[in-house]
């Protein structure tokens, strides 16, 4: 079945700890995004990458990196810069640039 | 620069009773219009999606939406809520070409027995 996996589904790391999130699709798009999630304040668009090499800043990309070294995947690494990173990360993908994005399970994160 | 509002943050309803969650967007350009739902813990799932021609559309679960330009409204309804329904919804618009989705802020979706 085709889809997107994100792993792992929660992740527990200490505070000043660099931290990556994975993000597989095998639905050969060639857009993926990745959003933070907070109660309350819907989704929030932190990288995407259109190709293969190339990626994009969203509105909260401070304290993140992300790579697009595969068509197939996307990681993010949430970085000690990030002030607040206790979240819930959704990664997505999409063929085109106006159609439906498809979204991975979710990892939710926990800096404690 | 585009928005989306959705206008309440939750929405009680008894079961099998209809329902209707409301979208506005502003835009200066076409757009294209997506509800997606949310269970607890989980990914978004597309519910539908409007393009372009009936302004109607029908989605999964016997959810629809219709379109309205003149005020830019995009809302979601069910005739007939289930306990099942419970989720969180999330109204969202794309009109340019930068990849990029507006997100609404969501709407709980309470169903109550």
Sequence with gaps: DGGITQSPKYLFRKEGQNVTLSCEQNLNHDAMYWYRQDPGQGLRLIYYSQIVNDFQKGDIAE??????EKKESFPLTVTSAQKNPTAFYLCASSLEDVDEQFFGPGTRLTVL | AQSVTQLDSQVPVFEEAPVELR???SSSVSVYLFWYVQY???GLQLLLKYL???TLVKGING?????????TSFHLRKPSVHISDTAEYFCAVSGGSNYQLIWGAGTKLIIKP
């Design chain 1, 63 to 68: 304290g993140y990196s992300v790579s697009r």
């Design chain 2, 23 to 25: 979208c506005n967007y």
């Design chain 2, 40 to 42: 607890p813990n989980q």
């Design chain 2, 52 to 54: 372009s021609g009936s």
């Design chain 2, 63 to 71: 959810f629809e939406a219709e379109f309205n330009k003149s005020q």
